[in-house]
Nanobody, 115 residues
């Protein structure tokens, strides 16, 4: 069972940037869709961005134009560059493969935006 480990979160001022990383314990080479999700307190987990093995990306409307997802299959790592962070971005961010069943969810990485 592959285990994702997310990192890179923190406290940033509104308008600032963060780069999140997700290191998988196993190979993601054969995984077509990898994605970043987020879950804010009291809300359901939502898809933020996804990327195919060929590099095709899709973004939630709430982050489109501000975030870039990328992957390095040689390092089994997926990244999420977040720019122009907004007050509605704070959440715990997770990564996982899209196709079911998902891997066991990691601890996630907390993103906090200060005004």
């Amino acid at each position: 069972q592959v285990q994702p480990v997310e990192s890179g979160g923190g406290v940033v001022q509104a308008g600032g940037s963060l780069r999140l990383s997700c290191a998988a314990s196993g190979s993601i080479f054969s995984v077509n869709y990898m994605a970043w999700y987020r879950q804010a307190p009291g809300k359901q987990r939502e898809l933020v961005a996804r990327i195919t093995s060929s590099g095709i990306t899709n973004y939630a409307n709430s982050v489109k134009g501000r975030c870039t997802i990328s992957r390095d299959d040689a390092k089994n790592t997926v990244y999420l560059q977040m720019n122009s962070l907004k007050p509605h971005d704070p959440a715990v961010y997770y990564c996982n493969k899209v196709s079911p069943p998902p891997w066991s969810w990691g601890q996630g990485t907390q993103v906090t935006v200060s005004s």
